[in-house]
Structure formats: C-alpha cells, structure tokens
C-alpha cells in the first residue's frame, strides 16, 4: 500500500535544548553563533518543553531597554510556554491544519514533537508548509482528476488486499451507452454525468469496511470487507435512474433514446446511458490473487452488459 500520509516525526531536526534558569546572553550566544537557527527549546525538570523562536528573542531584545532588562536574567522569561506540541507518529496534514489555526502571534512559530514522552525535535512552518504540499502533489497523482477518486494504483493494492480478506465483494460499476451520450451531448455534460455518478457512488461506500475508485471513463469499482452488498446496488441503480434524468432533453426522455451511430457502426435510436453493477464475492469461491478476481469481474461485467437496462448481478 501506497503511504501517502507521513508522520510528523519523519522530518523533525534536532535543536538545542537548554534549562529554563540559562542567562539570555547564552541564548544570544547560540543564535549568534549558528545564523540559521530558527528556535531552541527549553525544558524544565520534569521534561516540560517550551519554546523560543528566533524572532520573538530579537523582539524583545530589541524594545527599549530590553537589552538591559533581559540580557542577564532566565530565558524562562522569555520563552512560549505553551507551543504546539505534537506526537511523533502524528501525521503531517493533521499538524499542519493545527498550526494554521493558532493565534496569529504564534502562527509561524515552530513545532515540537515527542517521541515516548522526551522532546524528539522541531519542526518550522516553513518545512511543514512544504512537505504538506509535497504530500497534496503526491496524493493528485493517485486519485482521478475527474473525480477525486483513488484511482488504478490505490485500486491495485485495495484489490490484492482483498484477495486475503476472510469476506469481501467487489461491485465493477459502469455506464452502458455513455459513448452514445458523448456523442450526442458533448463531453462537458459527459463529464458532468460521470462527476453526478461518483458522487451517487460516495454514499454507500463512504464508510468503514468500504472502499470506492475510479477505474477511468465511466468505469468505478467499490470493495467492501462482507458480503452486505444487495442494498448498496439498489441505492445506486434507484439514485442513478433517478439523476439521469437531469442529464436529458424532455424528448429524449420521452422517447426513451438518442439517436446516433451504435457500436456496429449504424446510424439510429440507441437506449438511454444505464449503470450495471457486476458483483464478485469469495462466498462461494476462493481468489488467491487479485488478477483472479479481476477476470471474474469482467466476465461478470460481460454478462450485465448483454441485459438492458440497470442491472446488477452477483457470481
């Protein structure tokens, strides 16, 4: 399986740690010494972490008579003592979304992040910013762009997965006549038939034990961790009949077709786009791969295909 979320852990980097009682002017020292250091932490006896950024440091330096007041005391004085602390194993989007809804004085200040309870390292928002845009440009390039949809890679690992699930069914959803649709309406309101489509498909699939993806075309496959698949099929066909009909002229519905070239290549009525759901379930038979349970999910989708109308059909 693809890991598309990255633990926050992953891309910590080690900062200087030092005592709530050091003087400010070792502090100084240290952000003088290293140019590029963006904060350091400062944990108290019982491993209580807080945090000053560069910034805020200079800042209070910088107020009148704050070289004075500050340079000789606690960093204690100066520091946040209440940053964003985060678990290693926390994944980065998740982080991310935290920081960005903190107060607008500690928005670009750092992250710390623990590993079994001890301060493991610090992350600053401008990498956290760039890994979460790393993680987006990786996540597009598995889902379809059309819909949104996981597509043929994340379906792969799904699909193998499933060939070792005690039970499992697999739906091999698609549209019968689209091409006759393209050709008769455009693809604009093609697209926005297929767009309708998945999001009809969301609701039965939406929730654990489930998966859906988007093969391609008007081609999506679901997969559900039982055999509890009877009902879902008549959502999608009963929903689907039902939005179609937002996707047709009142004189193609009441004639009930379009006309235009079959597949045969001749010219006349062609029945209106339905949807045919081919079922494959290991209740009756063992799969030891998924290239198995593909083969028989489109035999099955063959057989579907060869009756008009919306249907669904189980092996």
């Known amino acids: 399986m693809y890991d598309l979320l990255t633990n926050i852990g992953e891309i910590t980097e080690t900062i200087p740690i030092v005592a ?24 108290d006896e019982n491993g209580r972490p807080a945090l000053l950024m560069r910034a805020r440091f200079y800042q209070l330096l910088g107020t009148q008579y704050g070289y004075q007041i500050y340079m000789g005391r606690p960093v204690k004085l100066v520091v946040n003592p209440h940053p964003l602390v985060v678990e290693w194993d926390e994944p980065i ?20 992040v623990l590993l079994d309870g001890k301060l493991h390292g610090f992350v600053s928002i401008r990498r956290l910013l760039l890994e979460v845009a790393n993680i987006r440009a990786e996540m597009a390039s598995f889902l379809n762009p059309l819909t949104g949809l996981p597509g043929n890679r994340l379906i792969d690992d799904r699909l193998q997965q499933s060939s070792g699930l005690e ?13 006759s649709y393209n050709d008769s309406y455009g693809f604009k309101m093609g697209d926005a038939l297929i767009q309708a489509t998945a999001n009809l498909l969301r609701e039965p699939f939406s929730g654990q034990g489930s998966f859906l993806g988007h093969i391609g075309g008007d081609d999506f496959i679901a997969i559900l961790n039982h ?7 008549t959502k999608i066909i009963d929903g689907f009949e039902a939005l179609k009909k937002e996707f047709y002229s009142k004189e193609d519905l009441r004639n009930n077709y ?8 001749v010219y006349g009525p062609i029945p209106l786009v339905s949807i045919s759901i081919a079922v494959v379930t290991n209740r009756t038979r063992n799969f ?24 669904s059909i189980a092996n």
Do not use: W
């Not at 030891?288 to 489109?298: K, L, P």
């Open 227 to 233: 055999h509890n698949y009877p009902d879902a099929c």
């Open 258 to 265: 379009v006309l235009g070239e079959g597949r045969s290549g």
């Open 167 to 179: 039970e499992f069914s697999v739906l091999y959803i698609d549209l019968d006549h689209f091409k």
């Open 93 to 112: 989007t998740e982080v991310s979304i935290r920081a960005m809804n903190r107060s607008e004085e500690e928005l670009y200040e750092g992250v710390l």
């Open 288 to 311: 030891e791969n998924m290239e198995q349970i593909v083969e028989e999910a489109t035999r099955m989708k063959k057989i579907c295909k060869s009756r008009p109308g919306s249907i």
């Open 20 to 43: 709530p009682d050091t003087k400010c002017g070792l502090v100084n020292h240290l952000f003088k010494q290293t140019p590029k250091l963006e904060g350091i932490a400062v944990v």
